[in-house]
């Protein structure tokens, strides 16, 4: 079965960090992009940030930027989302996602507007920010 697992979510207090890991269960990252999504309760799920393949190319959405950072680990096949200055806000279940490529091929560049690009997701993990 092809799936993906995240971990690395818990409670933490306003200000703190947390660190996000997304491995895949039945097949590789390599020339996959990495997305990380988040869903607030009753809210849409919405994209926080995503990675190329290579791992050079990386986008954020604007309330994270200058407070996540995404990277990737191709020899371990594993992406982190490295989440600083967290506030009550970012509180929701965050998901890794990933998109294949096509033919061989993967995009130079990573997008996160299309959802239905992504095949595999994970379960989600709980993110949760006290004031």
């Known amino acids: 079965q092809l799936r993906l697992v995240e971990s690395g979510g818990g409670l933490v207090q306003s200000g703190e960090s947390l660190r996000l890991s997304c491995a895949a269960s039945?097949?590789?990252?390599?020339?996959?992009?990495i997305g990380w999504f988040r869903q607030a309760p009753g809210k849409e799920r919405e994209g926080v940030s995503c990675?190329?393949?290579?791992?050079?190319?990386?986008k954020y959405v604007e309330p994270v930027k200058g407070r996540f950072t995404i990277s990737r680990d191709n020899d371990k096949g594993t992406v982190t989302l490295q989440m600083n200055s967290l506030s009550p806000e970012d509180t929701a279940v965050y998901y890794c996602?990933?998109?294949?490529?096509?033919?061989?091929?993967?995009?130079?560049?990573?997008?996160?507007?299309?959802?239905?690009?992504?095949?595999?997701w994970g379960q989600g993990t709980q993110v949760t920010v006290s004031s």
């Open positions: 990675i190329s393949a290579s791992g050079g190319y990386t």
């Open positions: 996602a990933a998109v294949p490529p096509v033919e061989g091929t993967a995009r130079v560049m990573c997008a996160m507007d299309m959802e239905q690009e992504y095949h595999y």
């Open positions: 039945g097949f590789t990252l390599d020339y996959h992009e």
